[in-house]
Structure formats: structure tokens, C-alpha cells
């Protein structure tokens, strides 16, 4: 394919070198007269392991020119890729300025096109980005219309520094979200000879999934740290407590816990992090990402029952207490948290959790029930009766299979909230999840 590539900083000149290599005709554009230069003789402007011998290669087989021509780049290309930067505001929000510049650089050279031409976003964007500032600066600048006369993509990069060449050749997946279905078909033809899935999904949500990568790695370096800062102030070597926790790959590296819905509870995790919490306090620690866990877990129940409120209804049913489907344990359930707030706010609550119906008669939590939450279990049915089915609004708490019939045994006006992620409720108009 024919690729202009512009910025040829760390991500430009790379995805310069790996695609020039696979047999494309690279143009790269910076405003910087010395990059230009570098790449067009051959040499790496940054420090990278085997990017000099590929950049080198790429110009000897006249794979690879450089320019500050953008005008010639876009008119001798059918792909333009944006690798320029999103540095940091003091605010700390992007700097999309270097976006914008190139956009209308493009832009106005596609209003002299007549092929199409197809404008693919690898910088580091928010979500929004391209629908805020991309799109609408292209069209302005070109006067034709994204998805129709010209192609738009977010295609993010998952290059680390040092072993950038490795990651771009061995991916762990190829994400891009498209405009348009042509260029979803450009963008997976040319990253055919890649072994990784080829993930394509709307725009937004591809440059989502890069923040949410980045983050994470953040977080996890964060929690390792504070892990192992706890662990040495006991004489403990936090390297040997990690590697432990690091095989398994069952609960800890792996997607179990990865899943957006609500709280966590239980008898082991919220006791568990408060304990290591406080010791880590009484050892005078600052662990700011471990002792905030709690506040984000609180944040999030808060976070249901402000959907609640913003339904200004009154008569709420709730599918589930326990704080997971299967059983009746009650202990420290966010959902138990959620019915107490909803009764003190004088919502006319109904609740159906025949596990912990039962438990009320018969179970191991009858003691706790009856002595700690006796309101709440007034209020407990174990069958879909009038005050469910006649529920203004149904809260889905956990998991629980038996559900998915009521829910589709509900009226039409009946408004649900999901919490668990029971149902594919995206689409319908009385029906939100609380994290989708």
C-alpha cells in the first residue's frame, strides 16, 4: 500500500520502518527538517534496538522517502497515518493541537483528490477525539464527508520503548475502529500477515481500549509496589510474594475480575483490604492506591443509586441480595447497602432472592438476617409476585439465571437497571446498565 506516515517521532518512525519492511511505499512527513533528513538517509531519529538497520534497509530498497511536503505525501498516498503527539496540558488534559494542525493539512489536500483517500489516527486520543476534532476539521477543510468520500480509522499502538520492533511484529491483538466498512477492509489487509486477532470495533471504543490498557499497566505497577513496600516494612521480599501471586492464572492474571458491573462484597475482599489497609497505615505507609479501594468500591454503590434517583420513581424491585448468584451470604453485600440506602430515602422496596428467602427460615445467615437487617428481610418474597411484577423499576443485583424470565415477564414500561450485566440491554429504551 501507499502509507504517508505523519510525525516521525518514536511511533512514526517505527510503524515507518515495520511496514516499509513488509513491502509498503512509506512516505514520512514531519515539520523537523533534521527528521526528514535522518529518516531519508536511513537513520533512526530516536534510540531503538534494530531500527537503524530497518529504516536503512527501507530506504535502500526505495520503500522509504521522507518529506515536510505534506501536500505531496497526501496526493502520493492513499493511507495517511497521524502519529504525531497528545502531550499533557498543566490541566492535565491532551494537547490536541498537533491534531488539529495535521487534519487540516490533509484535509486540504483531499479536497483535491479524486481517489479516495483514507485518514487513520495512531496517536494516543481520548475517546471523542476523532468525532470532536477529527472529523469535524477534515471535513471543514476538505468540504467533502467522513465515511462517505474519505475513509476514517483509530488504529492505537501497543509499542513499547526498547522492544518496539518485537511488539509491532508479535502483537497481542490488532485493534482499529472504523467510520466506514472500507476502511475497516483496508486496515485488516494490511495487517493480514500479522499472527493476533484482529479486533474492530466503533471509533470510540477503540480509543478507549488504549487508555484502559495504559492504565492498567499503570495500576498494576502502582499495586505491586505498594505490595511490596507492605511486604518489606514485615521482612518480607515482596519480589517472592508476587511471583507467588503471578502464577495464577486462573483469578489473578486473568479476565475473571476484568468485567465492569457493580460493587465487590463478600466475607473475604472489603475485610481484607481494610486490614491491609490499616496495617500498611500503622507501618506509616502511604499506599494511596490500595487505601482508595474501598472509597472507589463505596463510589460505585453510590453510583447505583443516584441511576435510582434520576428515575424519579418510588416503587423499586431489586433481583437479588446476596452478593453473588448461588448463594445466601449476606455479609458486607453491596446490594444489602444499596436496599438500606433506598429504604431510608422512602422508596417502597420489594426484593425476590429465594437463597437468602430461605436462608431467613432455614439457612446459616437466619441469626444475622433477623439481627442485623430485620427491615430488609420484611421485605424479602421468594416468588415473582404483584410487588415485583408491578415494580415501577427492577434493579438486576446478581447473576442469577432464574431472572432472565421475569425480566421478560415485565411490562413494557417498566424501567431496569442492570447491574450484573445480565442482559444485553443496550438497545432498549427503558433499559441501562450501569457501566454500559
Known sequence: MNISIFGMGYVGAVCAACLAKRGNNIIGVDVSKDKVAMIGSGKSPIVEEGLDALLTEGVNNQFITATSDYKHAVLNSDISMICVPTPSLRNGNLNTDYIHEVCKEIGSVIKEKNSR????????????????????????????????????????????????????????????????????????TLYSDLDAPFICEDIAVAEMIKYSCNVWHALKVSFANEIGSIAKSVSVDGRRVMNVVCEDKKLNLSSYYMKPGFA????????????????????????PVISSIMQSNDAHIERAFNMVKEASIKKVAMLGLSFKAGTDDLRESPFVILAEKLIGKGYDLSILDRN?????????????????????????????????????????????????????????????????????????????????
Not at 481494610?274 to 496495617?279: I, N, T, V
Not at 439465571?401 to 415477564?409: P, R, V, W
Open 117 to 188: 483517500h483514507t485518514v487513520v489516527i495512531r496517536s494516543t486520543v481520548l475517546p471523542g477525539t476523532v468525532a470532536e476534532i477529527v472529523i469535524p476539521t477534515l471535513e471543514q477543510y476538505s468540504g467533502k464527508t467522513a465515511g462517505k468520500d474519505f475513509g476514517v480509522g483509530v488504529n492505537p499502538e501497543f509499542l513499547r520503548e526498547s522492544t518496539a520492533i518485537y511488539d509491532y511484529d508479535n502483537p497481542p491483538m490488532t485493534v482499529v475502529g472504523v467510520l466506514d466498512e472500507i476502511t475497516g477492509q483496508q486496515l485488516e
Open 264 to 287: 465487590f462484597g463478600g466475607s473475604c475482599l472489603p475485610k481484607d483490604v481494610r486490614a491491609l489497609s490499616y496495617r500498611a497505615n500503622q507501618l506509616d505507609l502511604a499506599t
Open 356 to 436: 437468602v428467602k430461605y436462608a431467613s427460615v432455614h439457612g446459616s445467615n437466619k441469626e444475622y438476617i433477623n439481627n442485623h437487617i430485620p427491615h430488609i428481610s420484611s421485605l424479602l418474597v421468594d416468588e415473582p409476585d404483584e410487588s415485583i411484577l408491578g415494580a415501577e423499576l427492577v434493579l438486576v443485583c446478581n447473576g442469577d439465571k432464574s431472572y432472565q424470565s421475569i425480566l421478560e415477564d415485565l411490562p413494557a414500561k417498566t424501567k431496569v437497571i442492570d447491574l450484573h450485566g445480565l442482559t444485553d440491554n443496550q438497545s432498549e429504551e427503558n433499559k441501562q446498565g450501569i457501566c454500559w
